[in-house]
């Protein structure tokens, strides 16, 4: 009996130690090697201090700020764990709502976080400002959706609106290798250099 489990039990060990070890080791040096910005998390350092991820968003809800799309992200009640409550940008609790285009919950939201736009710029609303991404994470907004927002954050600054549009125009992306995905703005990036304005 031990001459035919002895065969398996070594099998085990060494596509362990092959697919377990050696193949995620190798994957991880290459990764570093080839793609190192990427391997250690796309992050964006300001002053030698990691701030932020070219793929994860942040919560802006000030007015000098661009905002990015609405998080769909939630966490637990601190008060009755039983319960969720929403927490913008949860990078550990990556999900998407699941509400479909019925559910009056999502309707309920869209129209409330189109009302609040609508006070700030009466053109279209763009709609990446009222729906969440599959990720609830995305941290990229349509150059229209930077556009909309142009006029409330160059008044919370009080600088000229063009020049705000200007920076806007600077900060889109086009599309990877020219065909794939669409043109975006990175929402971290925009408000940094937004800051750096003189």
């Known amino acids: 009996m031990l001459k035919q489990i002895r065969p398996a039990i070594v099998m085990i060990v060494v596509m362990t130690a092959i697919t377990g070890l050696a193949y995620p080791l190798a994957m991880t040096g ?92 009466n053109a279209p609303i763009p709609v990446d400002l009222v729906t969440a991404s599959g990720s609830g994470l995305d941290p990229d907004i349509t150059p229209a959706g930077a556009f909309f927002q142009v006029p409330r954050v160059a008044k919370a600054r009080n600088l000229p609106e063009e020049k705000v549009r200007q920076l806007v125009t600077d900060r889109i992306e086009g599309r990877y290798l020219g065909i794939i995905g669409e043109p975006h703005v990175n929402v971290l990036e925009l408000n940094l250099a937004l800051d750096a304005l003189k």
Do not use: C, W
């Not at 039983?82 to 913008?88: E, F, G, H, I, R």
């Open 30 to 121: 290459i990764a570093e090697a080839v793609f190192p910005d990427q391997a250690y998390g796309s992050l964006i350092v300001k002053d030698g201090k990691a701030i932020g991820s070219h793929l994860i968003g942040q919560n802006f809800a000030d007015d000098k700020y661009f905002h990015g799309r609405p998080s769909a992200t939630s966490g637990p009640d601190p008060k009755d764990p039983t319960k969720t409550v929403p927490v913008p940008y949860a990078a550990d609790n990556s999900a998407a709502t699941n509400y479909g285009p019925t559910n009056q919950a999502l309707i309920d939201r869209v129209k409330e976080d189109a009302a609040k736009l609508k006070t700030e710029n």
